[in-house]
């Protein structure tokens, strides 16, 4: 099946995407039956471009590369916003890989809205709108028969989602546990050999592991949107990010760590969310774990999440959990289900 693709978005996970594409087309072709052609591009920084006869995505990948910027693609209508360039394009998908904002979601939230609201069918990496507006939006998707699908929004290329909808199908899901913030992993980790916070978070910066601005990490808004995602995706909760029970990484020191260690435990960002009676409760605490737990076990910034269902007792998961190539390969993955359910395989 061959899809007409809109990218909102152009930073390093919808380059990610964009380079998978590249790199695996006749392999796609030939293995899935899948085929695309890219007919627009919009980002606030990079530019915008939308030519209805199909874009060239090689060179709109080098000229991202070497320029910073896809404003001298020749021809082509430019200038347009997300919002023109979804309203505008004929296309049955759109990629929605702009910024996350977990205070109201936008521009993503707007951007899913108008696609649904044309009969697109979207995939997105964007947490913001599944975290403050999941059932608001697939109700959307389902009254215009439409898919949204948003496997990046937790574990980044990391099947979390599909492995609870699709590979546990059947099963009902009674608790999720998990590191889900590859950052503040990270900076524990390092804490174990003697650093402080302030050092320990200086060098994940350096290597890119966290924000110049990192509070969504530290403050664990970033896990919580997830577990809320987890929480209402899987286990068919009706939770929002301020029920989360939050508290970050910030007022954690050498010395609880070296005390934990000592008593064979070991200090780890932990997200959980649990059926008490009817009721969904989650929450996000640094714990103290066994060395007989799993999480306790996962190194730097990997991520991992365990699921305890009626049928399998615990299904564990982990790898990676951020970066351009493990969302953009998340991308790749929901449109590769997507081509499956519309072909009827």
Not at 18 to 32: E, G, I, N, P, Q
Not at 157 to 179: D, F, M, N, Q, V
Not at 220 to 246: C, E, P, Y
Request: hydrophobic share 40%.
């Amino acid at each position: 099946m061959k899809f007409r693709l809109i990218l909102v978005g152009f930073g390093n996970v919808a380059q990610g995407f964009a380079s998978l594409l590249v790199k695996k087309r006749d392999y796609l072709r030939t293995r899935h039956g899948f085929e695309y052609e890219i007919v627009a591009v919009a980002d606030t920084i990079k530019g915008s471009i939308m030519a209805q006869t199909g874009l060239d995505l090689e060179r709109l990948l080098s000229l991202a590369h070497e320029r910073g910027s896809i404003k001298d693609y020749p021809g082509g209508v430019r200038d347009l916003s997300g919002i023109e360039t979804i309203e505008q394009a004929h296309a049955d998908v759109l990629v929605e890989a702009t910024w996350t904002n977990l205070k109201d979601g936008e521009p993503g939230l707007t951007h899913i809205k108008k696609a649904l609201e044309r009969d697109l069918h979207v995939v997105t990496t964007n947490k913001g709108p599944i975290a403050l507006a999941y059932h608001e939006l697939v109700a959307l998707a389902r009254r215009r028969g439409r898919h949204l699908r948003f496997e990046g929004t937790v574990l980044s290329g990391t099947p979390a989602i599909s492995l609870g909808t699709e590979a546990l199908a059947g099963s009902s899901i009674k608790s999720i546990r998990g590191i889900l913030n590859g950052t503040t992993n990270y900076v524990l980790d390092e804490m174990r050999t003697g650093r402080t916070y302030e050092q320990a978070l200086r060098t994940a910066q350096e290597l890119g592991y966290a924000e110049a601005d990192p509070t969504n990490d530290v403050e664990a808004w970033d896990t919580a949107a997830k577990i809320t995602i987890l929480a209402n995706v899987l286990m068919d909760g009706s939770i929002r990010l301020a029920d989360v029970h939050r508290q970050g990484i910030t007022e954690i020191t050498p010395e609880d760590v070296s005390d934990a260690e000592s008593k064979g435990r070991r200090i780890k960002l932990v997200a959980e969310a649990r059926r008490n009676e009817r009721q969904i409760r989650a929450q996000v605490i640094p714990e103290r774990l066994d060395q007989c737990d799993l999480l306790s076990h996962v190194p730097g910034v990997l991520n991992a999440m365990i699921l305890s269902t009626d049928v399998q007792p615990d299904v564990a998961i982990v790898g990676p959990g951020a970066g351009g190539d493990s969302a953009g390969y998340a991308l790749l993955s929901d449109l590769l289900a997507l081509n499956r359910i519309l072909e009827g395989k």
